[in-house]
């Protein structure tokens, strides 16, 4: 069913049969039908394993599959100087947080006065270009954000995700109703239109997840920024829009089957 509904929506995007567009939606309501059953049979068969009382190991392996994943405390981050290991948990993040800042940050020599020198003098340059040019004129600058976008993005978007620093969660978002969709539409216009963002949604939680290796070392954890989900509905709205020109205009080369709609990895293994 996967792959004949994934023919037909080729097939019907190329020949605009009406016929074929019919069959598509029956197949869509076919799969969407069989995935949702397909789930509950799942959890079903997870519940009815659970209720087994003579297999408590097998009990403890699902409960813990079936739980959320915890982080560990980071309470023992060595020094990145001097190897040492820290005094208390506030050292042992601030090493963390030392590491992941010296990673991010070119390395140049304080001594070299010439290079500050020149570093200095290419960004006087920039800023005097800033201040007397402007950007070309793109058909983004007169976007408008509609109602019903901002509400269609907030209702199915993904909620399954952790809240930035300002702890609002995705469902509220979803079920906040129109109040919330209309205000959050004129916030958006406004900082599209003037180009400005709230300082509160370029702020992020920085969150450490350890990618193998000693759980004492710093390089052994990969940060990730966790921003306000206001911010990231916003995102999603200005990328729906930018992919729809590029599509228009055919930027993307064809066989370019990552991060584009209707384009998976199993194009390219069927092409393969």
């Known amino acids: 069913?996967?792959?004949?509904?994934?023919?037909?929506?080729?097939?019907?995007?190329?020949?605009?049969?009406?016929?074929?567009?019919?069959?598509?939606?029956?197949?869509?309501?076919?799969?969407?039908?069989?995935?949702?059953?397909?789930?509950?049979?799942?959890?079903?068969?997870l519940c009815s394993l659970l209720n087994k009382e003579d297999n408590k190991h097998s009990q403890w392996t699902l409960l813990k599959r079936a739980s959320?994943?915890?982080y560990l405390p980071l309470t023992g981050i060595i020094n990145p100087t001097n190897n040492s290991l820290p005094s208390n948990h506030t050292s042992s993040l601030n090493n963390l947080a030392a590491s992941f800042v010296a990673a991010a940050v070119p390395p140049h020599d304080a001594s070299d006065i010439a290079f500050i020198n020149k570093m200095q003098e290419l960004h006087n340059g920039r800023v005097q270009n800033d201040n007397t040019t402007t950007l070309p004129s793109h058909d983004s600058d007169t976007w408008i954000f509609t109602v019903d976008e901002v509400k269609q993005q907030l209702t199915n978007q993904f909620t399954n995700t952790a809240a930035g620093p300002d702890t609002i969660l995705p469902v509220f978002l979803k079920y906040g109703g129109d109040g919330l969709f209309q205000t959050l539409t004129l916030f958006y216009n406004y900082s599209w239109t003037h180009s400005v963002l709230p300082p509160q949604w370029t702020q992020a939680n920085v969150m450490a997840l350890h990618k193998g290796g000693s759980r004492n070392e710093a390089a052994f954890f990969r940060p990730i920024s966790i921003t306000s989900i206001i911010i990231r509905s916003f995102e999603h709205l200005i990328h729906k829009r930018l992919v729809a020109l590029l599509d228009a205009a055919n930027y993307f080369y064809p066989l370019q089957f990552g991060f584009r709609k209707h384009h998976s990895t199993y194009d390219a293994i069927n092409l393969l």
């Open 68 to 70: 959320p994943s915890s």
């Open 1 to 45: 069913l996967y792959y004949e509904r994934r023919y037909i929506r080729s097939k019907a995007r190329i020949l605009q049969s009406p016929i074929l567009l019919d069959y598509l939606k029956t197949l869509n309501y076919e799969w969407k039908a069989l995935v949702k059953q397909t789930k509950e049979d799942c959890w079903l068969s």
